[in-house]
């Protein structure tokens, strides 16, 4: 066989049913602009610590949403809540809030995010 110097992912399928999305509901009764989110990456663009680490607040929104807490946990810990993204974001949502809140929902059930 020849070797073209790459290879297949492995498919990434998203299963729903097995998610746990109650850090999203945890987040969605307390911050209702969460829901106005529409992961335009505006937030990431300006992130402070995004420029110097691979953290990305638009790929937390997402995988919050989708219930993947444990990606979540590990990087949410990055965050400075400088409010820089809070700044820019079109919808107005709250994110330093969103952040603060996932940290709270994951310290309720007995995980430390921080």
Do not use: W
């Not at 529409?38 to 937030?43: K, L």
Request: glycine share 8%; proline share 2%.
């Amino acid at each position: 066989m020849v070797d073209f110097g790459f290879s297949l992912l492995k498919a990434r399928q998203i299963n729903y049913d097995h998610n746990d999305r109650s850090i999203a509901g945890y987040i969605y009764e307390r911050e209702p602009s969460f829901r106005l989110c529409i992961e335009c990456g505006g937030c990431s663009a300006t992130c402070t610590t995004g420029n110097f680490t691979r953290f990305s607040l638009r790929e937390i929104n997402i995988l919050i949403k989708r219930g993947e807490n444990e990606e979540v946990r590990h990087e949410i810990r990055k965050c400075m809540l400088c409010g820089k993204c809070t700044l820019v974001c079109p919808r107005g949502v709250n994110t330093r809030n969103v952040i603060t809140l996932a940290k709270e929902a994951f310290q309720k059930r007995g995980i430390n995010a921080i």
